[in-house]
């Protein structure tokens, strides 16, 4: 089992940082791919307030329940920060999206034990696993 499907398969509860409240953007669709799939989504973006029916947080630590999966909709240099809340937080994973790579953010939470994946759409991986059912 690769470990895609480790973390579509085990991780239920995704926190989506970077989250647009914008029906057009990748990460609305996504996370809106997502939910259908019956994942619950917690939206992470400091200027909104909900997003997709769900209240929306600041940041990780904000968050007042368990992380399985710490998705990143951000650019690759701003992820560092991000995997250490994720760390922090005690999530499982971290994802980061088609075309975010940071090897040394991927490397720290390795170390810490939760898997990475780099560089892929977590939204077509859920779609490929569904496929192959």
């Known amino acids: 089992m690769s470990i895609e499907e480790k973390i579509l398969n085990c991780g239920r ?3 989506v940082v970077g989250l647009s409240s914008k029906p057009d953007r990748p990460s609305y669709e996504v996370a809106s791919y997502l939910k259908e799939e019956r994942y619950k989504i917690i939206p992470v973006n400091p200027a909104e307030k909900e997003i997709l029916a769900e209240p929306c947080y600041p940041d ?3 968050i007042p329940e ?6 990143i909709f ?8 991000i995997a250490e809340e994720a760390i922090g937080i ?8 088609e075309g975010v790579i940071n090897e040394e953010a991927a490397a720290r939470a390795r170390e810490a034990g939760l898997m990475v994946v ?3 759409c ?3 991986e859920r779609q490929k696993l ?4």
Do not use: Y
């Open 122 to 124: 977590m939204g077509k």
């Open 90 to 97: 005690g999530a499982k994973a971290v994802w980061m999206q």
């Open 13 to 15: 509860t995704v926190a």
């Open 60 to 62: 990780l630590a904000c």
């Open 66 to 71: 368990s992380v399985d999966v710490v998705d």
């Open 74 to 81: 951000r650019r690759s240099v701003e992820v560092r920060p």
């Open 130 to 133: 569904r496929q192959r059912r």
């Open 118 to 120: 780099m560089d892929k």
